[in-house]
């Protein structure tokens, strides 16, 4: 069983998270620069078993796509074309900024470390996995 591999995307930076072998725990891993994202997947596909990947998808409050769906559309079809294999999922990313915020805060992160914004990214990502499991499991 390969892992699950979150996506946070972003014009200029994009947050990524995994799952452990077992698919139990969501994990952050960092933040890359968006325009080096097919090519750190390319890598990351080659080295370590991904079934399927979870891409956050912006919504706005009333349920309406947010503008932020004209750049990531484009990234899923390019991810298509290049990972035909490789099943994209979307998965509702509402408030995950928000959670990440609070839970840098509740670990104890310093003001100057949260407005960090990558960190926020890579932390996003893992809320974004972490909600697309426990919707796994309650199914």
């Known amino acids: ?10 014009r200029k930076r994009t947050g990524l998270a995994v799952t452990d072998v077992l698919r139990i725990t969501a994990n952050p891993l960092f933040t890359i620069e968006t325009k080096e994202l097919m090519n750190w997947l390319t890598d990351y596909f080659a080295h370590e078993p991904v079934d399927e990947v979870v891409i956050g998808h ?6 309406e796509e947010s503008e ?5 559309r484009p990234f899923i079809g390019n991810f298509k074309k290049q990972f035909p294999d490789k099943p994209i ?11 990440a915020h609070r839970a840098m805060i509740n670990g104890g992160m310093k003001k100057k470390d949260r407005q960090n914004k990558a960190v926020v990214d890579k ?10 499991l426990e919707r796994m499991n309650n199914e």
Request: aromatic share 12%; net charge negative.
């Open 1 to 10: 069983m390969g892992r699950i591999l979150a996506i946070d995307f972003g």
């Open 58 to 63: 912006p919504t706005q409050m009333n349920g």
């Open 68 to 72: 932020s769906m004209n750049y990531i």
């Open 89 to 99: 999922t979307m998965y509702d990313e509402r408030f995950t900024s928000v959670l």
């Open 123 to 132: 932390i996003a990502a893992c809320i974004i996995l972490e909600g697309y």
